[in-house]
């Protein structure tokens, strides 16, 4: 399968389209990856995301072929708690017939539940739209990952980060200081000078969400450790308390252009 993957990037004159053939490959497909492989993905990757955050593919390898030595760490951090550990040994998916079950639609408006469900409709998101992670053997280390992508919108209902530009870039710094994935922080770092971002979003960020995510990433109980799906009827501030997560700062509006 190796070399098989090697002739396939090697066919192909431009990066993208190898980024394209990998992407095409069976969601149950895992891919070893060389060092040279690793390295060669990394690098577009970084800089397609750079250049087009929406790419969410490139971020998604960005994540996979920079994370292990996070990615192991958050490992040990869950193997060292009790509810960590049980993940760890189940491996559930989050996905949108389980949600379904849940009747998060008919949950009163304060619920954890309820919100999360408001945000999924009101930008039109699904649960099972994460994408599968390819890249990594290691079993448990697969789940971590798959686990981080798919509690992310949960962490924008806990933290109060709409799923904007500047709410994602916000978002990314807390999960920097709270997971410490290279992905998060390539984001971090990266996505203030990217598109969409103003000079006044970038002043909002580095002065209001920046000390917040600093602060709140390393108070908030280590949230891989969570299993969202027995909170999700419950209070979203009984939640936030529980999980020491403090909410983000609200953005100030957008002042309103002087008549001419």
């Not at 990998?22 to 993905?41: C, E, G, K, N």
């Amino acid at each position: 399968m190796r070399k098989g993957l090697a002739r396939s990037l090697a066919r192909s004159l431009a990066p993208r389209a190898a980024v394209r053939r990998l992407a095409s490959v069976p969601d149950s497909s895992i891919y070893p990856l060389s060092t040279s492989q690793r390295i060669f993905l990394t690098g577009y990757a970084a800089v397609g995301a750079f250049v087009d955050p929406k790419r969410d593919d490139l971020i998604a390898v960005l994540g996979e072929t920079t994370g292990t030595v996070a990615l192991c760490k958050c490992r040990d951090r869950m193997r060292a708690d009790e509810v960590g550990a049980a993940l760890l040994q189940e491996r559930p998916n989050i996905s949108t017939a389980v949600l379904e079950q849940k009747r998060l639609d008919k949950l009163p408006v304060n619920t954890f539940g309820r919100a999360y469900f408001d945000l999924m409709a009101k930008h039109g998101f699904d649960a099972d739209g994460r994408r599968p992670v390819r890249f990594i053997e290691d079993e448990e280390l697969r789940f971590v990952m798959q686990r981080y992508r798919q509690v992310h919108d949960f962490w924008h209902v806990l933290t109060g980060l709409p799923p904007t530009v500047l709410g994602e870039i916000a978002l990314k710094w807390f999960e920097m200081i709270h997971t410490e994935l290279p992905v998060a922080t390539l984001s971090a770092i990266a996505g203030p000078f990217g598109t969409g971002m103003t000079p006044r979003k970038r002043e909002i960020l580095f002065e209001r969400y920046v000390p917040w995510a600093c602060r709140a990433g390393l108070e908030a109980k280590f949230l891989l450790n969570v299993r969202y799906e027995d909170l999700l009827d419950k209070d979203l501030d009984e939640v936030r308390e529980q999980l020491r997560i403090e909410a983000a700062p609200k953005a100030p509006n957008a002042p309103k252009a002087k008549p001419s």
